[in-house]
Each structure stands twice: as structure tokens, then as C-alpha cells.
């Protein structure tokens, strides 16, 4: 018996394992969460599992030699009360049915059942051990041992019963206990496996990812595709890799690339069906793939769509030949590659957009004039025509060069030295109306005056220390500006020693809140928006004050001479 047994053991877990193989039983395991249809799937798979463990032991005494308690406890233990309570009522059933009136079919049914709802049971108060084989060997053995026990309670006459669990009982207790940790040791090495094939592909996806995303910046265009095959080609070690827009070969590197050739027409048939219904697909064979060249090596191919929103832009294609086949693990790398760079596209539509609506605002802030100060301005130099003409001459054309700069909306960057000849205006028409109450100190780096920056980035804070902070004292103050080159970086520094600012006017400038007077003007909260939107939130403004005691506004910028250069780090 234990030797017939053992033969048949052996086909079962072949069996078990074919199973394990084609089923998707990774995503279906402990602590998985699942739809009925998965549910219903492990019990078909289990139950029938279990019932052919009926069939593998000889007849005796009008009963079964059997392993379905292998089975049954299996299914328990991987798939939770359940699916352990259904496959052991199936199989249960089952054995029942096929010997109704038998003198041991109640027990055997019985047993079964209970086998596979403890086992559930356990899994589901201990997850975290319902895939550990002494786990499995235990309620294996326990429960054939409990099955013999059923046996001998329920099955009459007695003295048959006896004799049966003699001939069977050790040989079932051994090798169902065997059996289930085999089965559940198998099951938890292919989950293993599974998931380290997982973790490989998601490694070489953001590999990828992480390789073309610098080319995919700009959007998708015949360098940055070729880019991005030959990084996808040397990654996956395929024969080719292709990307194509609706109708045109953007890239194609690889096998066949002499007759599959950037800026041609699109020239195979699966491709031209997956950009218009937008479904992947892995095609194999020549007739296939549609490629008019019969000499063509490329034998199987993996189509999938780019996206972007409901748009289909074209296609990423992997090719396979006689030599380097391809497979179902390639063709979901491809679905995640496809995925990842239609969200890469659309975040950098977003990103352009949004730098598009911020370089809108700042032309918007530019083109702003304080009607105060104009008016104000122009009723000091109409003062001095009378009494001082050709001070009167130098003041219209300090505001005419003052006006000219903040309507020049036209450039991205100015030199320093332009901004600091745009402050030096400023000033002079201000200290023309209020006099000795505004000193101005200016100490410019020279290595500094070449280097770009935004315009009327300096200004309005230079704007803010006199109209806030020195013109709030009755004697005045002074304005200090300085410049310098720091660790390839230009530091501007503005000070004043006015009236300073409480805490509350501090934050507001840092967190966005306007706060210049009458909400009116370019101030410093302005000024602080435009450097986290062009350099990032580690260039913003450092503000050092308190009320009484004057302020100090700190800031630097990437130091840069070439304005290519500068657009791109602003970008």
C-alpha cells in the first residue's frame, strides 16, 4: 500500500505543479485581496487537485487509499477558509457520492471537509505562517490522523473498519503530511520566483525610465526616439527596438534597421492596427508582423501604444528573431515602458504649460507701472522746469530709460549691470523728490555685472526698502545694494535700515500673500514667486527683519553669461 501510494504521490504533484505553472497563483495567495472570480478559480483548481487524490490509491475494503487531504489542506492553507471549506466540500462530496451507502463514505466526505476549513481557518488567524511546510505537514497528519479516528467512530461493522485503518491509516497519515509540504513549500518557491522576476522587471523598467528620461524632456521627436531605442535595445538585449509615430518610423535600431529606416513610412500591417484601435499586441511569424521584405529577419514582434490622454502618438515596438526570441515577460516590460512614457509626456506638456503660464505672469508683472509713482514723477520734473531746467532734462530722461525698461517685456534675461542702470534711475528721480531722506549706497561686484538674471528682479526690492522701509522714519535711511560671485552663484543682498517689517509681512512675502501698498506694484512677495518658479524652492528669498530694526533680503541666482544656457536652467 505504501509503495502504491508513493508511485501515485509522485504523478499528483507533477500534476500540481503544471497547475502552479499555468495558473496566475502569485496574485491569488495569502494576503492577496480577491474578486469572486478569483476565489471561484482556486476552488476549481484545488477541488479538482483534491479529487484526483481520491484516485490515486488501490480499493480497499470497499474504501479509497487516498491523498486528498493533501490537497484539501493546501487549499486552505493558501486560499483562507473559503476556498479551504469549498475545496474540502467538493472533494468531500464527491468521495461521498461515488460510493453512496458505502460503509465508509460519511467519514472519508467528513474529513475532508474539516481538513480543509481548519485549515483555512489557521490561514486566516496566522497569515503570516499558512505557507510554512511544517505547518502543512502537521495539519496534514493531524487531520488523516483525525480521518482514521472518523473512521473508526462512524463506519460499520466496526471490526472492518478496523482493519482498514490498519492497512491505510499509517501510509495516509506519512504521505498526505509529505505531500501538503511539498505543495506548500512548491507553491511558496513559486511565488519567490515570481516575485523576483517581478522585481527584476520593475528594476529594468525604471533602469530605462531613468536612462531616456532626460531625452524625453523635450517631448518626442526623431533624436529623442532614436535615444531612447538604443537605451531600450541595449537594456533588454532584443533583436530591434522601434518607435514610430501614426504613420512614420521615428527610430528603428537593431536587426532589419536597413530596410526599416527613420523618417519612412510606416510599412508594417500589425502597427498600423494597434495605432488605430490603440490594443497591444505580440504577434509572431513573418505574415504576421506584415513586412513587405521577404528576406526580413525579424520573426515576432511586441506593438504597443504611446499615449497620450485618449490620443494614441504612436508605437513602441520590440522585435524578436530565430536567434533572439521574445517572450510574455518582454511584452509586459513593454506595456509598463509604454505607460510610463505616455505619463512622462503628459507631465511634460504640463510642465511646459505651467512654465508658459508662469513666464506670461512675469511679462505681466513687467509690464506694470505704479500709476503713483509715474504721477508723482512727472509732477516733480514739471517742479523743476521752473527752477532747475536742466536737472528737470536729466530727470525726463532717467524716467524715460526707468519707463523703457519696465515695458520691455521682450527678453527673458538682461546683463546685471542693465538691471543696476534701471535701480540707479530709480533712485535718482526719488532722491530728486524727497531729497536727503533717501541715501543710496551701491557696491557691485565686477565679475558680477556680466552674468544674467531676470529682469526687475533687483528693483522692486530696492523699491520696497525705500517706499517701506527708510521713507517710514521721518529723517529717512539708507538703501544698501551689493553684489558677488559665491560657489558659482550671484549673491544680491538688499538692505535698508527703516522701519522693518513684523513677522506676519515676513511670511507673506515668503508664502505668496501680496503685500505691497495698495496691492499695487512689483513687490518683494512677487519677486520671490518668480525665483521658486524659475530656479526651484532653494533659490528663494531669505528675509532678515523686525520692526525698528531696518531689513536685509537676501537671494542668489545661477551665475551664467550665455543666455542658452541661462533660458535652460531657468527652464
Known amino acids: 500500500m505504501f509503495i502504491t501510494l508513493s508511485e501515485r504521490f509522485g504523478l499528483l504533484l507533477a500534476g500540481g505543479f503544471a497547475i502552479m505553472t499555468l495558473a496566475p497563483l502569485d496574485k491569488l495567495g495569502p494576503g492577496r485581496t480577491r474578486s469572486w472570480r478569483a476565489t471561484a478559480l482556486l476552488v476549481v483548481l484545488f477541488s479538482l487537485f483534491t479529487i484526483l487524490g481520491t484516485y490515486n490509491g ?18 486552505g492553507l493558501f486560499g483562507g ?22 460503509f465508509s463514505a460519511v467519514p472519508c466526505g467528513l474529513a475532508t471537509f474539516l481538513e480543509g476549513l481548519a485549515a483555512g481557518l489557521f490561514a486566516w488567524r496566522f497569515p503570516s505562517r499558512s505557507l510554512d511546510w511544517g505547518t502543512a505537514m502537521t495539519f496534514a497528519a493531524v487531520g488523516e490522523a483525525v480521518h482514521m479516528c472518523l473512521v473508526l467512530g462512524l463506519a460499520r461493522p466496526y471490526a472492518q473498519a478496523v482493519d482498514l485503518v490498519e492497512v ?64 531600450i535595445l541595449d ?22 534597421s536597413d530596410h526599416h529606416r527613420a523618417g519612412h513610412s510606416v510599412c508594417t500591417q ?81 510642465g511646459i504649460k505651467n512654465q508658459l503660464l508662469a513666464r506670461a505672469e512675469i511679462r505681466r508683472l513687467q ?16 517742479s523743476f522746469c521752473r527752477t532747475a ?12 530709460r526707468y519707463m523703457r525698461r519696465n515695458l520691455d517685456t521682450s527678453r527673458e534675461a538682461i546683463h546685471l549691470a542693465e538691471e543696476v542702470e534701471q535701480i540707479r534711475a530709480y533712485l535718482v528721480i526719488e ?96 519677486c520671490n514667486q518668480r525665483l521658486v518658479q524659475l530656479y526651484g524652492p532653494a533659490y528663494a528669498l531669505s528675509i532678515d527683519s523686525a520692526p525698528g530694526m531696518g531689513t536685509r533680503i537676501t537671494f542668489r541666482v545661477p551665475a551664467s553669461t550665455d543666455a542658452e544656457v541661462f533660458a535652460s536652467a531657468a527652464a
Open 58 to 75: 488501490n480499493i480497499v475494503f470497499q474504501s479509497f487509499a487516498n491523498l486528498r487531504a493533501m490537497g484539501a489542506v493546501t487549499a
Open 81 to 102: 477558509p473559503m476556498v479551504g471549506a469549498l475545496t474540502g466540500l467538493i472533494a468531500g462530496g464527491h468521495r461521498y457520492f461515488i460510493d453512496v451507502g458505502g
Open 168 to 231: 491505510i491509516g499509517l501510509p495516509m497519515i506519512l504521505l498526505n503530511g509529505v505531500g501538503a509540504a511539498i505543495f506548500v513549500q512548491a507553491l511558496r518557491m513559486q511565488m519567490h520566483f515570481r516575485d523576483l522576476r517581478d522585481s527584476s522587471q520593475a528594476r529594468q523598467i525604471l533602469s530605462i525610465a531613468n536612462r531616456t528620461l532626460p531625452h524625453l524632456r523635450a517631448g518626442l521627436s526623431a533624436a529623442s526616439a532614436r535615444a531612447t531605442a538604443e537605451i
Open 235 to 256: 537594456e533588454t538585449r532584443v533583436a530591434a527596438v522601434a518607435l514610430t509615430s501614426n504613420d512614420m518610423v521615428m527610430a528603428h535600431v537593431g536587426a532589419a
Open 270 to 350: 500589425a502597427t498600423r492596427r494597434v495605432a488605430t484601435d490603440g490594443i497591444p499586441l505580440f504577434v509572431t511569424g513573418h505574415d504576421e508582423i506584415g513586412c513587405q521584405l521577404e528576406a526580413c529577419p525579424l520573426c515576432s514582434a511586441i506593438i504597443v501604444p504611446l499615449r497620450k490622454g485618449d490620443t494614441i502618438l504612436g508605437c513602441l515596438k520590440l522585435y524578436g528573431t530565430k536567434d533572439r526570441p521574445l517572450d510574455q515577460t518582454l511584452f509586459e516590460l513593454a506595456k509598463g515602458l509604454a505607460d510610463l512614457f505616455a505619463t512622462q509626456i503628459e507631465l511634460e506638456d504640463i
Open 367 to 382: 509690464a506694470q507701472i505704479n500709476p503713483h509713482f509715474l504721477f508723482n514723477s512727472l509732477n516733480t520734473v514739471a
Open 389 to 400: 531746467p536742466g536737472q528737470a532734462r536729466e530727470l525726463i530722461l532717467d524716467l524715460a
Open 431 to 526: 532722491k530728486a523728490r524727497f531729497g536727503e531722506r533717501i541715501r543710496a549706497v551701491i557696491d557691485i561686484d565686477p565679475e558680477t555685472e556680466h552674468c544674467l538674471v531676470p529682469p526687475l528682479l533687483i528693483q522692486p526690492l530696492v523699491e520696497n526698502s525705500v517706499r517701506h522701509g527708510i521713507l517710514g522714519n521721518e529723517e529717512g535711511g539708507v538703501v544698501r545694494l551689493a553684489t558677488s560671485m559665491e560657489d558659482g552663484h550671484v549673491v544680491v543682498v538688499v538692505e535698508d535700515d527703516g522701519a522693518g517689517m513684523p513677522e506676519s509681512t515676513r511670511q507673506g512675502i515668503l508664502n505668496g500673500t501680496p503685500v505691497t501698498a495698495h496691492g499695487e506694484g512689483i513687490g518683494a512677495s512677487n
